[in-house]
């Protein structure tokens, strides 16, 4: 059964790069797969800190460039939902770390489920959370 847009996290990524079998299924029954601009950064830095960043650009570069992928970008209203989040988030006592709080916003922003195996997203009451196992 085909799945709408998801939101790429950068664990789901890596996941899926490692041939993890619910993030590949996931991944190639999705409508879309928007990759949200700090993880890609996230995924740029990890790869340069490896020992196989040519491999690891090159397998993303391959990813990039599938008419279903998009990076996006964040707004003035990513903004918002990032300000939105960070509010309940100290309400609740539930501190995660900024950079999911981005991508959170994101994908708030745009109304679709973050694939990801970070349990830090299940803090975040304004998303949806399609989870993969590790």
């Given at each position: 059964?085909?799945?709408g847009?998801?939101?790429v996290?950068?664990?789901?990524?890596?996941?899926?790069?490692r041939?993890?079998?619910?993030?590949?299924?996931?991944?190639?029954?999705?409508?879309?797969?928007l990759?949200?601009?700090?993880?890609?950064?996230e995924?740029?830095?990890?790869?340069?800190?490896?020992?196989?960043?040519?491999?690891?650009r090159?397998?993303?570069?391959?990813?990039?460039?599938?008419?279903?992928?998009?990076v996006?970008?964040?707004?003035?209203?990513?903004?918002?939902?990032?300000?939105?989040?960070?509010?309940?988030?100290?309400?609740?006592?539930?501190?995660?770390?900024?950079?999911?709080?981005?991508?959170?916003?994101?994908?708030?922003?745009?109304?679709?489920?973050?694939?990801?195996?970070?349990?830090?997203?299940?803090?975040?009451?304004?998303?949806?959370?399609?989870?993969?196992?590790?």
């Amino acid at each position: 059964m085909a799945l709408g847009p998801l939101i790429v996290d950068t664990s789901a990524y890596s996941w899926a790069a490692r041939n993890n079998p619910t993030a590949v299924d996931r991944m190639r029954r999705a409508q879309a797969l928007l990759l949200p601009s700090i993880a890609l950064g996230e995924l740029l830095a990890g790869f340069t800190n490896g020992n196989r960043e040519a491999q690891n650009r090159a397998l993303l570069h391959e990813f990039l460039a599938s008419p279903r992928v998009r990076v996006v970008p964040t707004t003035a209203e990513t903004a918002e939902r990032y300000r939105a989040i960070v509010v309940t988030l100290r309400r609740q006592s539930t501190p995660i770390p900024t950079n999911d709080i981005w991508i959170a916003a994101v994908a708030m922003e745009a109304g679709v489920p973050v694939l990801t195996s970070d349990d830090d997203f299940n803090r975040v009451p304004q998303i949806i959370v399609d989870w993969i196992p590790s």
